[in-house]
C-alpha cells in the first residue's frame, strides 16, 4: 500500500516536471516574437498620437468604426488597459460601439499576438486571427447598435460622467507638452527623436512588466493542458464527428474556456495551443482567443464601469460575436483549404536545440538588452516627459490622460486602470514603500498634481 503510494506521488511529480517543462519551451519558443512584438508596440504607443483618439469616435459609422479598429490596432495588447481606455474615450464622449470595437482591436489586431501565433501555432492561426478579427469587428459594429445602446449607456455615461467630470477641463492644464509636441511633429522628427525612443523602450518593459502574470499563467497552465489532462477529457468538452454541429459545438464552448480560464491577452495563445492539440475545432480555437474580453476578471471591472445589466448585455453580444466570427472564419478558411490537417503530437520541442529558435533568441536579447537601457535612463535621454509609470502594475501612461488617479499623503498616483487603482487602495503602503515619488519618472521633472482626477471615486476616498 506505502509502495502505491509512493509510486503515484513519484508519478505525480513526474508529470508536474513534465507540465512545468513544457510550459516554459512554450516561452523559449516564443521568446524571440515577444520581444519583436513588443517592441514595434512600443514603438507605435510613443510616436502615434492619442488626441485624436478622443475626438473622431462620436459614432458607430463605417468611418468612426475603421478609426476606432486603427486606433485598437495601435494601443497596447493588454486587455486592462483596453477596457480602461475604452471607458476614458465612451466618458470623453466615444460612442459606446465604436469604443468595444477599439477594445477588440487592440486586443486582436496587433502585431505581438500575430507574430506569436505564427511561431506556437502556425501563420494559419495568425492569418485567421486578422480575418476573423475584421468579422468581428463587423458584426459587433451591426448587432452592438442594437443591443449596445439605449438607456443602459446613457445612464453609464451620466454615472461615469458625474463622477469623474467635476474636474473635466483641467485635463490638460498643467500638462508637460513634451510628448505631446513630440507626436504632432513630422514622422521624420519623431523618429529621430532620442526621447521618443526612449519613451518607446518605456512602453515596451511598461507592457512586459504588465502582462508578466497573464504571460506566466498562460504558459504554465497550458504546460498542465498539454501534458496532464487526458484525451477523454477533451473528447467529452469538445464534440467530435458530428460534421457542423462539432464546429458549432466548439465556438460557443471556447468562450467558455476563456471565461473561467481567467488568462487574457498574449497569455492565452499558449492555452489555445494546447487546445488545439487536445482536439477543439479550428473556429473554437479561433473564438476561444477572441474571447480574451470576456474572461471574469474582465467582466467584473464592466460591471464596475458601466452596471449589471450593461455588462451582462455586453457578455452576450461579445460571446455571441465572438462564436459567430469564429464559425465564418472555419467556414472561409475551409472551404479555401487551409485549416490544418494534422495536429501537433506536442505543442513544442521537449529540450533545448541549436536551431533557429535559439539563435534567433540570443540575437534579440541584444536589442532587448538596448531597450532596457533605455528605459532605465529614459530621463537622460530626454524621455518621460507627461509620463509616469502606474505603481501598481508598472505600466506607462500619459499623466494627463490617465484613466484614474488617487491622492495618497499629499502625492498623486497615476493608474492604466481602475482595476489598478482599486489595488493601490487596498493596500496602499505596499506600493508607496516600492517606488519613489509617483509624480517623477526616472527623474523627470515632477508631473503637478493638479491634473483632472478620471477616477471613479471622489478624491482622497478609499472603496
Not at 516561452?27 to 473622431?56: D, N
Amino acid at each position: 500500500m506505502a509502495g502505491a503510494t509512493l509510486l503515484a506521488g513519484i508519478g505525480w511529480l513526474d508529470a508536474i516536471g513534465r507540465s512545468l517543462r513544457e510550459g516554459f519551451f512554450m516561452f523559449w519558443e516564443t521568446l524571440w516574437p515577444l520581444i519583436l512584438g513588443f517592441t514595434l508596440s512600443g514603438a507605435v504607443q510613443a510616436f502615434v498620437s492619442r488626441e485624436t483618439m478622443q475626438t473622431k469616435m462620436g459614432d458607430h459609422g463605417p468611418a468612426a468604426v475603421a478609426r476606432a479598429s486603427g486606433y485598437g490596432m495601435a494601443s497596447s495588447s493588454c486587455s486592462y488597459a483596453a477596457s480602461a481606455m475604452a471607458k476614458s474615450l465612451f466618458v470623453k464622449g466615444a460612442d459606446f460601439v465604436a469604443a468595444s470595437v477599439f477594445m477588440v482591436a487592440s486586443t486582436n489586431l496587433v502585431i505581438e499576438l500575430g507574430i506569436v501565433l505564427i511561431v506556437l501555432m502556425g501563420w494559419q492561426f495568425a492569418a485567421s486571427e486578422f480575418v476573423g478579427g475584421v468579422i468581428m469587428i463587423v458584426l459587433l459594429a451591426l448587432g452592438g447598435g442594437f443591443w449596445l445602446r439605449g438607456r443602459l449607456v446613457v445612464e453609464a455615461r451620466q454615472r461615469l460622467a458625474g463622477d469623474s467630470g467635476h474636474d473635466e477641463g483641467h485635463d490638460h492644464e498643467h500638462a508637460p507638452s513634451g510628448s505631446v509636441a513630440l507626436q504632432q511633429e513630422t514622422w521624420a522628427t519623431r523618429l529621430r527623436s532620442k526621447g521618443g525612443w526612449a519613451d518607446a523602450a518605456t512602453y515596451t518593459m511598461a507592457d512586459l512588466t504588465m502582462l508578466r502574470r497573464e504571460l506566466a499563467i498562460g504558459f504554465t497552465v497550458a504546460g498542465f493542458l498539454a501534458v496532464v489532462v487526458p484525451v477523454q477529457v477533451w473528447n467529452t468538452v469538445f464534440v467530435h464527428g458530428h460534421g457542423s454541429w462539432t464546429t458549432l459545438e466548439n465556438v460557443v464552448v471556447g468562450p467558455f474556456i476563456a471565461i473561467v480560464s481567467f488568462v487574457c491577452s498574449i497569455g492565452n495563445v499558449p492555452l489555445a495551443a494546447a487546445l488545439w492539440k487536445g482536439g477543439i475545432s479550428f473556429g473554437g480555437v479561433v473564438s476561444f482567443i477572441f474571447a480574451d474580453l470576456i474572461s471574469l476578471p474582465l467582466l467584473l471591472i464592466y460591471r464596475r464601469y458601466y452596471g449589471t445589466r450593461l455588462m451582462l448585455r455586453m457578455l452576450a453580444v461579445f460571446w455571441g460575436v465572438m462564436s459567430v466570427a469564429g464559425l465564418v472564419t472555419e467556414v472561409l478558411f475551409r472551404a479555401a483549404g487551409l485549416v490544418p490537417t494534422t495536429r501537433p503530437t506536442q505543442v513544442v520541442p521537449a529540450h533545448f536545440s541549436w536551431d533557429y529558435t535559439t539563435y534567433l533568441n540570443i540575437v534579440f536579447l541584444v536589442p532587448f538588452a538596448v531597450l532596457y537601457w533605455a528605459y532605465r535612463n529614459r530621463a537622460r535621454l530626454g524621455g518621460a516627459e507627461g509620463h509616469v509609470l502606474d505603481s501598481v502594475c508598472g505600466m506607462q501612461v500619459e499623466a494627463a490622460n490617465a484613466p484614474a488617479t488617487t491622492v495618497q499623503d499629499g502625492k498623486r498616483f497615476y493608474f492604466c486602470s481602475d482595476r489598478c487603482l482599486l489595488r493601490f487602495e487596498a493596500d496602499p503602503a505596499r506600493y508607496t514603500a516600492k517606488r519613489r515619488d509617483p509624480n517623477e519618472v526616472a527623474g523627470s521633472a515632477s508631473v503637478p498634481v493638479s491634473f483632472g482626477r478620471l477616477s471613479k471615486r471622489p478624491e482622497g476616498k478609499g472603496h
